[in-house]
C-alpha cells in the first residue's frame, strides 16, 4: 500500500524568497557584529600586545637593571669580603699586639714590683746602718714611712702583707724605748773625770801619819820660861808642863805611826802608793773602752768594759767615800740603761720583703 506524498514545493519556493532576506541582515547584523568585535579584539590584542611590549621592556630593563644591581651586589660582596678578610688579618694583628702589650705590661708591672721591692729593701737596710751608727730610732721610722707610702702608690694586692708588717713594725718600734746613747757618754764622760778624785782603800795608811798634827806648835822652852817668869810662876812648874805637853806630842806621833783598819779586799792593801797612778789610769782606760763600744754600738764589749770597772772600783777604792759612792752609783745607772740600748730590730719587715721578692 503506497502511503499519499504532500507536495510542499509551493509553500518552499514562497518562504525561498523571503528568508534569505532576513537570514542575510541577520548574517549582515553578525558579521558587523562580529567585524566590530574582531576590531574591538584586534584593538585589544593590540593593546595587549603594546603592554605586553611595554611591559616586556620594563622587564628587561629591569632585569638589566638588577643584573646589574647583582653584578655590583657581588663587586661589593666582594669587597666587603675583601676588606673582611683585612679586618679580620688587622684584628688579629691588633689581638696579637695586645696579648704581647699585656705581657709587656705585666712584666713591666712585675719589674716595677721587684724594682720597688729591692729600693725598699736597700731603704731599710741603709736606716738600720744609720739607726746602729746614731744610737736613735728616728732613720727607721722615717725609712718605714717613706716605704709605706711608696707602696701605697703602687696600690699592688701582693704587697698588702708587706704594708701590714711595715705597720706592726712602726708600733713596735714607737713602743720600744731606746737608750739616750748622748746622756750615756755624758755620764761616762763625768765618771772619767772622777777618777783622779776617787780616794784608795789604802790612802788611810798614807794619810794616817799627817792627821796627827793637830797639836798647836808646842812653845819652845825658852819661851815657856819667860812666860812663867813674867806671870811669877816657879821655873820647875813651867818645866813640867813644858815635859808634859812634848811627851803628849811624841804618843800622838806615836799613836800616827800605826793605824789598824779593816780592808776586805787584800790586793788594795798590797797596792804600792806609785801604782796608784797606774790603776787609776787603767780604770780610765776601761771607761774609754766602754765609751768607745758604745759609740761603735758593740753593747756587748760596753758592758763587759763597765762590769770591769766596777770590779776595778769595789776592790781598790774606798768603799766608805762619798765619792766612791757616787761613782759606784753612776756606773750602776749606765749599766741598767745600757741593757735596754739595743735598738729594735725590721726583722718581721725584711721577711715580707724576702717573700714579695720571691713572689709568692
Known amino acids: 500500500m503506497t502511503a499519499p506524498v504532500a507536495d510542499f514545493s509551493a509553500p518552499s519556493a514562497v518562504s525561498g524568497a523571503g528568508i534569505p532576506r532576513r537570514w542575510m541582515l541577520l548574517i549582515a547584523l553578525v558579521a558587523v557584529a562580529g567585524l566590530l568585535l574582531s576590531i574591538l579584539l584586534w584593538q585589544k590584542l593590540s593593546n595587549i600586545q603594546e ?17 646589574t644591581l647583582a653584578r655590583q651586589a657581588q663587586e661589593s660582596a666582594r669587597e666587603l669580603t675583601a676588606r673582611l678578610a683585612i679586618l679580620e688579618t688587622r684584628l688579629s694583628e691588633v689581638s696579637l699586639q695586645r696579648t704581647q702589650l699585656e705581657e709587656l705590661m705585666q ?5 716595677r714590683d721587684e724594682n720597688l721591692v729591692v729600693d725598699v729593701e736597700s731603704a731599710l737596710r741603709l736606716a738600720q746602718q744609720q739607726a746602729q ?20 702608690r703602687a696600690a699592688q694586692p701582693r704587697l698588702n702583707p708587706l704594708q701590714r708588717a711595715i705597720a706592726r713594725d712602726v708600733e713596735r718600734i714607737k713602743a720600744t724605748t731606746v737608750t739616750d746613747v748622748p746622756g750615756l757618754l755624758f755620764k761616762l764622760d763625768e765618771l772619767t773625770r772622777a777618777v783622779d778624785e776617787l780616794p784608795l782603800a789604802n790612802a788611810m795608811q798614807a794619810g794616817g801619819a799627817a792627821r796627827p798634827a793637830a797639836p798647836a806648835a808646842a ?32 804618843l800622838d806621833e806615836a799613836r800616827g805611826l800605826l793605824r789598824v783598819s779593816r780592808i776586805d779586799q787584800p790586793d788594795a792593801a798590797l797596792l ?57 752609783l753612776l756606773l750602776q745607772q749606765l749599766q741598767s740603761q745600757m741593757k735596754s740600748s739595743e735598738l729594735p730590730r725590721l726583722d718581721e719587715t725584711l721577711a715580707a720583703l724576702s717573700t714579695a721578692a720571691a713572689g709568692r
Open 107 to 111: 712584666s713591666l708591672s712585675r719589674s
Open 51 to 67: 603592554e605586553l611590549a611595554r611591559r616586556s621592556t620594563d622587564a628587561t630593563a629591569q632585569s638589566i637593571e638588577a643584573r
Open 219 to 250: 812653845p819652845a822652852p825658852a819661851g815657856a820660861a819667860s812666860a812663867a817668869a813674867a806671870m811669877g810662876w816657879p821655873d820647875s812648874l813651867a818645866l813640867r808642863a813644858w815635859w808634859q805637853r812634848t811627851l803628849q806630842g811624841v
Open 133 to 152: 751608727l746614731t744610737g736613735s730610732a728616728e732613720p727607721l721610722l722615717a725609712a718605714l714611712k717613706s716605704a709605706d707610702q711608696r707602696l701605697a
Open 272 to 328: 804600792a802608793p806609785e801604782q796608784a797612778f797606774f790603776l787609776r789610769e787603767n780604770l780610765k782606760l776601761k771607761l774609754l773602752n766602754a765609751r768607745l763600744g758604745l759609740l761603735s754600738r758593740q753593747t756587748a764589749s760596753a758592758r763587759s768594759d763597765l762590769v770591769s770597772a766596777g770590779v776595778m772600783l769595789g776592790k781598790y777604792f774606798d768603799p766608805a767615800a762619798r765619792r766612791t759612792q757616787a761613782a759606784t
